[in-house]
């Protein structure tokens, strides 16, 4: 069965679209502890960012390097809650995609660290 909403066009697919993305934001603030802690870490490291002497490419990179934890956390939490909603059974593949899905967000805030200390030490 296809979604009703698939059929929607123009204008009307961008405001849904955008009512949606506010919605998934909204449920992860609410159920996810580790995406609270990202936003906050966000919340720090953007503005810092801003202050810290450097280039306009090397902030960029910085803050790019944030957004991505904040990107990868979403895709992570959206995997968690698929895997929750067709089982809460433990189950080896389940187990994996989670695990990958953690292992997605690990390799994200690493390359924080290193695109910072890249960054850093060049200015």
């Known amino acids: ?29 609410k159920h996810e502890d580790a995406f609270r802690q990202e936003v906050l870490l966000a919340f720090i490291l953007i ?4 202050f ?11 803050i790019g390097s944030v957004l991505l934890v904040i990107i990868v ?10 895997v929750d909603r067709i089982s809460l059974d433990s189950h080896d593949l389940a187990k994996r995609a989670k695990d990958i899905g953690s ?6 805030l690493i390359n924080v660290v290193v695109v910072w200390a890249l960054v850093l030490m060049a200015s």
């Open 103 to 108: 292992a997605a967000v690990l390799v994200s």
């Open 47 to 50: 503005p810092l960012a801003l």
């Open 1 to 29: 069965m296809e979604s009703p909403y698939k059929g929607k066009t123009g204008l009307r697919r961008l405001i849904n679209a955008f009512g949606y993305s506010l919605a998934g934001f909204r449920a992860a603030y």
């Open 73 to 82: 956390e979403l895709i992570n939490s959206g995997i968690e809650a698929t």
């Open 52 to 62: 810290l002497p450097g280039s306009l490419i090397g902030k960029a990179l910085m």
